[in-house]
């Protein structure tokens, strides 16, 4: 096990990452050109074109395949990002990869890799498999790539850490390195991962005479991660890490990457843009972050979006101060965040002179895009042929696991009608993580017994990524894949003990997931709240009636709180059922920070679910599906309320018993616009 016994031992740890950067650097893969001879001196005012490429939250997406449907997806997939990747490639005679994260976990096949049959020490991860086959210049560690633990990430990305309960062994990983400037072990306090490093390449350029040359250049590294991490994964994680905000880190490690010469700097940063006031916890604090001296460009993941968006109109960019969302610049730095899933690639393009001796960024002539895996005609890109025969053996033995049956239904478990009150693919999930803490507090907790236990569960597939992503689950066989599909993270089951005041500021929060309807407003009114995530749409059942009021202001919502048909008093106490992302803080909900677990259960949510179907072996809609815990509170407006969903599923919600919705517009893209009755007869 690498060891740290003083802070000086950094700049050494810093090299020897540095070396892996060159090496990767100094042998091109296919498709890049290979380098000529350096020429001694480059003439002022001479000219070159450097493309940054970025991936990021592929979230091991590495074929276009879903696997809880058992069907190709070419709307996503690595394996035709790396077409993009070598078309850029082709494009430009000067090009850098790097990866922001969440990259080793996100699907069925990761979870087959981590939890279902572990890979060995002598083995290479196959998402790390496909993108050594593209010679990847180095890249960061995202949140997800916590969740599996810390001796699973140690060991999958070669790194041993000096860290409580990660064996010293050095393991096969990555043909490319990791950076991380604000991550630490808490047993020494030293960084986890190389805190920076610096590619040397060769830089092509022409001189202001039209000659041609070649430059040595160095392009220096820092990588970040969310610091909330230690609140989201803190089973894994509390007492082993400790982390610094983006801004903090950076000042501490600039100086040092600094004095190593680069030519520019890059930080490679998972985390989104903010610009609420800034914290050393901040989650997306990148807005800050470009705002250090030294920091000359950008590469940014975590939230699932496009920067820069220059067509969309309600882009969270659009508005954001000192944020150019049409040519991709934040505080004057180039930026850019590449999509998700392996829907697109992040390219700045920077635009480079030589001035004053050294290579300076013009940013007029620089700019930055997201290039999509779908093509203007609707259409996508071709895979790359190698990715999948990289990844064939994994890929045919995830789709054999997920195939295993465990029961049937008579009723389909679908999420379309989710936020409006379709619970069809809820409550199994609350009925298992219930069934499951009940049984363990009779036999292991007698101090709890006759306190009512509840269930939080949420719709994790939404419509976010397209009219594809929802859970859509036929009635029928049941196998793993469906259970998979209902319960995508592979988070471990934890109880929580509230009062009823804490229920009712969690249903409070919850929701959060709708915009406030003017009554009296007759234009269309949006329902959904495209800012409030999906998977933060608790629904909480278990002998639970409440109403959500959505003419109120967020925090003043919830109505008519009865449990087993009484009202809950403020100080009546309550067990409820959730994750450990959520029971440590996860998603912001109020009394909610890990101080409350009565039960952090070893075993993950999924797997409770599993087990669950199992034993009943027959699920039935009216005793599995149909316990609507909470309606809309009923409301005359004087014009349309909509949202939504994928187009044509209207008898999914007459079959989840849901009136007066109706859809009235087809997108012709898969989606649909719906409209719902706030007050339908009941």
Not at 65 to 72: E, F, I, M, N, V
Not at 495 to 518: H, P, Q, T, Y
Not at 595 to 616: G, T
Not at 638 to 658: E, I, Q, R, Y
Request: charged share 25%.
């Amino acid at each position: 096990m690498t060891r740290f016994p003083s802070r000086d031992r950094l700049v050494p740890l810093s090299l020897l990452l540095a070396a892996a950067l060159t090496a990767c650097a100094s042998a091109p893969p296919a498709g890049k050109p290979a380098a000529a001879p350096a020429q001694a001196e480059v003439p002022e005012g001479a000219r070159a074109t450097l493309a940054l490429l970025e991936s990021t939250d592929v979230h091991s997406n590495i074929r276009s395949y879903d696997y809880y449907q058992l069907a190709d997806d070419p709307s996503l997939g690595f394996e035709r990002l790396a077409t993009l990747v070598r078309q850029a490639r082709a494009q430009y005679q000067n090009s850098l990869l790097f990866d922001a994260g969440d990259t080793i976990q996100g699907t069925a096949l990761a979870d087959y890799q981590a939890l279902v049959k572990p890979i060995g020490c002598d083995e290479e991860l196959a998402m790390y498999r496909a993108m050594d086959a593209l010679g990847y210049d180095g890249g960061t560690v995202g949140n997800h790539e916590f969740n599996y633990g810390l001796p699973f990430l140690a060991q999958v990305t070669k790194n041993p850490m000096n860290v409580d309960g990660v064996p010293a062994q050095k393991c096969k990983g990555p043909n490319f390195p990791l950076v991380l400037s604000n991550v630490f072990s808490a047993r020494d306090g030293q960084p986890i991962y190389a805190p920076f490093g610096w590619v040397d390449s060769k830089l092509k350029y022409r001189a202001a005479d039209g000659r041609s040359g070649e430059d040595d250049v160095r392009i220096g590294l820092l990588g970040f991660t969310p610091p909330p991490i230690l609140q989201w994964d803190k089973r894994n994680l509390e007492g082993k890490l400790t982390t610094k905000g983006l801004v903090e880190a950076a000042r501490e490690y600039l100086p040092r990457l600094r004095e190593r010469n680069p030519d520019l700097v890059v930080a490679i940063s998972h985390g989104g843009l903010d610009a609420s006031p800034y914290s050393d916890a901040m989650e997306n604090a990148n807005w800050y972050l470009a705002q250090e001296p030294g920091i000359d460009a950008l590469l940014l993941g975590h939230s699932h979006a496009a920067f820069p968006d220059p067509g969309n109109a309600k882009s969270r960019f659009a508005s954001m101060p000192e944020v150019d969302n049409q040519r991709g610049f934040v505080h004057g730095k180039p930026a850019v965040m590449g999509s998700f899933w392996g829907k697109g690639l992040g390219v700045i393009e920077l635009a480079l002179v030589r001035k004053d001796g050294r290579w300076q960024i013009d940013p007029a002539a620089t700019h930055s895009e997201v290039r999509s895996i779908k093509k203007a005609d609707g259409s996508f890109v071709e895979p790359d042929a190698e990715i999948a025969r990289l990844v064939d053996d994994v890929h045919q033995a995830t789709i054999r696991y997920v195939s295993t049956p465990i029961g049937d239904s008579d009723f389909a478990m679908t999420t379309y009608f989710a936020d409006v009150g379709d619970v069809s693919a809820l409550q199994p999930v609350n009925s298992a993580q219930r069934d499951y803490v009940e049984r363990y507090v009779a036999r292991n907790l007698p101090q709890y017994a006759g306190v009512p236990v509840l269930s939080a569960a949420a719709p994790f597939k939404g419509g976010f990524g397209g009219p594809a992503d929802y859970t859509d689950i036929p009635a029928g066989p049941l196998a793993i894949r469906n259970a998979a599909d209902l319960y995508l993270y592979p988070n471990t089951l934890t109880a929580v003990k509230i009062d009823g005041k804490g229920l009712k500021a969690w249903l409070e929060r919850s929701a959060g997931r709708f915009n406030r309807i003017d009554p009296a407003a007759t234009a269309p009114q949006e329902l959904i709240n495209r800012k409030f995530v999906g998977y933060n749409f608790d629904v909480l059942q278990g002998e639970l009636r409440y109403e959500i009021d959505v003419t109120q202001p967020e925090g003043s919502r919830i109505r008519g709180l009865r449990h087993r048909g009484k009202p809950v008093a403020d100080a009546q106490p309550f067990i409820v059922v959730t994750n450990n992302y959520r029971a440590s803080g996860g998603g912001h909900f109020p009394g909610l920070d890990g101080s409350n677990v009565v039960l952090s259960a070893p075993d993950a949510n999924r797997d409770a679910l599993i087990e669950w179907v199992k034993q009943r072996k027959h699920l039935v809609r009216k005793q599995d599906g149909a316990d609507r815990s909470w309606r809309f509170a009923p409301v005359k407006t004087a014009g349309p309320v909509v949202f939504t969903s994928a187009a044509g599923k209207l008898d999914l919600a007459k079959a989840a018993g849901l009136k007066g919705i109706r859809q009235i517009e087809d997108s012709g893209d898969g989606k649909a616009t719906y409209s719902i009755d706030l007050a339908p007869a009941r």
